[in-house]
């Protein structure tokens, strides 16, 4: 199961894994991930977690911000839409930095291969 | 009128063998004329022969109607699908013989021209560009899980040269019962070039940058080397195949 690590700077002070089919992040004490930090707004981000419809086994993990007043960020950009996080991605919610981990994506990593019928 | 045809293909600066093949073939009163590109996969040894094999057996298939005088539409389709399921029954036997090339399996993109009118057949992630002074536009649709995720609006195309999976086809000559290449019509004006590609040329190169990097006036034979040669120089992580059309006249 892939996991948000939140990171103070740089090392990891916790980590929450991702158990769908939504995770709620925001300061509220409702969200599946609270952060209690004034950057953050009270319903601020969701993320989607959805079997992928094409490649069995797969989980993807998507992305949307919930109208936060400060944004959210991923690897710098600030996303205006559902964006699919990737493994390592880097998720800024507010002032709050976290590394999204998918060990699992790594095993199909640049593999060319065909699905079989 | 007069078409010409050119191809070159390179291991690429990271991989141990080429797994790509090409072919491309002029009837001699120059009117009529095929270009291939296959980019195999599975194994080390079974990439190379997948796709050896597919561009072998349309080639045998293909080459004598193209030496003839031209055929009309349905039998042009019905001798591309013969040739490409030939092709797949081959590569299906081979990897029923031998276990090391259980999983082998290739793209393919093929062009033939009769006159102005040109048929493109694809499975895979091989492409097929259409080139009309500066303009390009891309005739494939790559048979791609990253392909289906942007047609249903998953991800963006700028996502999707991030995504972990891009490489996984849904689709590959030898992996599957039946081939079923997509096929597409085009017209060819004077001067129009087709560029088919194998994946290696569109990661190393963007796409954006061939009008500039091989303008009409210079010979399709240089233009076929500055792409490769391009492709080298930013460090191709894979095979790199180009064939060139070029209706000149």
């Known amino acids: 199961m892939a996991a948000l690590s939140h990171l103070v700077d740089n090392l990891v002070v916790n980590t929450f894994e991702l158990d769908g089919p939504c995770v709620h992040i925001g300061r509220h004490p409702d969200n599946t991930i609270q952060i209690d930090e004034i950057s953050v707004s009270a319903r601020h981000a969701h993320i989607d977690v959805e079997p992928n419809a094409y490649l069995e086994g797969t989980i993807d993990y998507y992305i949307t911000d919930d109208n936060s007043t400060n944004g959210t960020f991923v690897n710098d950009i600030r996303i205006d839409g559902r964006q699919r996080l990737n493994n390592n991605d880097v998720v800024r919610i507010g002032w709050n930095l976290f590394r999204f981990v998918d060990e699992e994506e790594n095993t199909l990593e640049k593999t060319a291969f065909i699905l079989e019928e | 009128m007069t078409l010409i045809a050119t191809g070159l293909t390179d291991i690429g600066t990271r991989r141990v063998s080429n797994q790509d093949a090409i072919a491309w073939h002029v009837c001699p009163d120059s009117t009529r004329a095929l270009g291939i590109v296959a980019d195999g996969m599975g194994g080390y040894k079974g990439g190379e022969i997948a796709s050896q ?18 055929v009309d539409d349905a039998a042009q389709v019905r001798a591309i699908r013969d040739a490409v399921n030939e092709a797949n029954e081959q590569i299906q036997a081979l990897r029923e013989e031998d276990p090391v090339l259980g999983n082998m399996g290739t793209t393919i993109v093929l062009v033939w021209i009769q006159g102005s009118d040109a048929l493109v057949a694809h499975i895979g992630d091989s492409r097929c560009y259409h ?7 891309l005739k494939t649709r790559d048979d791609t899980v990253v392909q289906n995720m942007i047609d249903d609006g998953s991800i963006s195309e700028a996502e ?7 490489n996984v086809l849904t689709q590959a000559l030898g992996s599957n019962e039946a081939a079923e290449p997509s096929l597409c019509r085009l017209q060819l004006a004077r001067g129009d070039r087709l560029l ?4 290696g040329l569109t990661e190393a190169v963007p796409e954006a940058d061939w009008p500039g990097l091989i303008p009409a006036r210079v010979p399709l034979r ?5 792409l490769i040669n391009t492709s080298l120089e930013n460090q191709a992580a894979d095979n790199v195949s180009v064939v060139l059309i070029l209706k000149e006249s």
């Open chain 2, 160 to 166: 999707a040269p991030r995504m972990p999976f891009r």
């Open chain 2, 222 to 226: 240089e233009q076929a080397n500055t």
């Open chain 2, 196 to 199: 088919l590609c194998s994946d």
């Open chain 2, 131 to 137: 080139l009309s002074g500066d303009q390009l536009d």
């Open chain 2, 53 to 70: 094999v597919a561009v072998n057996v349309i080639t045998q298939v293909l080459v004598p109607l193209i030496n003839q005088p031209p």
